[in-house]
């Protein structure tokens, strides 16, 4: 735990840092939804400004359970434009696994995100994320597993009219005593539909390395803009390997609280 205090350190210095050129917060600050795809946008939250992004996923046929029904909630906070720290979890999670049914607070991490390129258009922006486990609930976990520690690089632009978030995690699995590498990428493209809906799709993949397989899914969802501080979202993934879980189906919301927790221009330069 010494080292990852010691890390989140090292990242705030690195990423909070002063210089000339000052960033105005807009009149009325807008979410930035992560959820519900696999993919994290590399852009931040608007500085100093809560946002909650809470859903409820409904998930059966995959090789750690037959069933499995979760609450999650990502907690995010951007204290510079160029850093944002996170917390990630799902407070309750009911399953069915090899004929038994519980109820389980599931894993929940700590994480931070740093931009290193903020870019415009077509020219990405660019970040990097390191995210730790903090719990381990014991609940059966999806494809991918359940980290100990995670690295992601970033990317996220707008090209054409069409959005993508591109996302390379490098992980740390852990059975028992044995920790093994695992490999992942998602690449998610979205586009504006009418009203404020937009539609993404979304291919993933993730090594297994305790299985010695792939996780492959697509995942689609459709989101709305209910108001510049709240965003609705449902969807669907489908598993494409025989290791991935079959069907899984989301709705849920991003709701930035529309005060910001400090006030003063100390923290809003780039």
């Known amino acids: 735990m010494k080292r990852v205090v010691v890390l989140f350190c090292v990242i705030f210095g690195i990423f909070v840092r002063p210089s000339t050129a000052q960033s105005p917060q807009p009149d009325e600050a807008e979410a930035n939804p992560g959820r519900p795809t696999v993919s994290t946008p590399a852009t931040l939250t608007p500085v100093g400004y809560l946002q909650f992004e809470t859903g409820f996923t409904a998930a059966n046929d995959s090789p750690e359970f037959s069933s499995r029904y979760s609450l999650g909630e990502a907690i995010k906070l951007s204290v510079a434009p160029r850093l944002e720290f996170l917390v990630?979890?799902?407070?309750?999670?009911?399953?069915?696994?090899?004929?038994?049914?519980?109820n389980?607070?599931?894993?929940?991490?700590?994480?931070?995100?740093?931009?290193?390129?903020?870019?415009?258009?077509?020219?990405?922006?660019?970040?990097v994320s390191y995210f730790h486990r903090v719990y381990d609930g014991g609940a059966p976990e999806f494809d991918y597993g359940s980290p100990i520690n995670s690295f992601l690089v970033l990317g996220s632009?707008?090209?054409?009219?069409?959005?993508?978030?591109?996302?390379?995690?490098?992980?740390?699995?852990?059975?028992?005593?044995?920790?093994?590498?695992?490999?992942?990428?998602?690449?998610?493209?979205s586009h504006p539909l009418v009203h404020?809906?937009?539609?993404?799709?979304?291919?993933?993949?993730?090594?297994?390395?305790?299985?010695?397989?792939?996780?492959?899914?697509?995942?689609?969802?459709?989101?709305?803009?209910?108001?510049?501080?709240?965003?609705?979202?449902?969807?669907?993934?489908?598993?494409?390997?025989?290791?991935?879980?079959?069907?899984?189906?989301f709705v849920g919301f991003t709701y930035l609280l529309p005060r910001r927790l400090w006030s003063g221009n100390a923290l809003h330069q780039r």
């Open 88 to 102: 990630v979890g799902e407070p309750v999670a009911h399953f069915t696994a090899e004929g038994t049914t519980a």
């Open 196 to 249: 404020g809906f937009t539609l993404s799709g979304e291919i993933w993949h993730f090594t297994q390395p305790f299985l010695r397989s792939n996780a492959v899914g697509n995942l689609w969802a459709v989101s709305y803009v209910a108001r510049k501080n709240l965003v609705l979202d449902a969807g669907f993934n489908h598993g494409l390997t025989r290791t991935s879980t079959q069907c899984e189906a």
């Open 104 to 127: 389980r607070v599931a894993d929940i991490f700590l994480g931070a995100q740093g931009v290193l390129y903020h870019g415009e258009g077509a020219k990405p922006t660019l970040a």
């Open 157 to 189: 632009a707008d090209v054409r009219g069409f959005h993508y978030d591109a996302n390379a995690f490098f992980t740390e699995l852990g059975q028992g005593a044995v920790r093994r590498a695992q490999y992942g990428q998602s690449l998610t493209i």
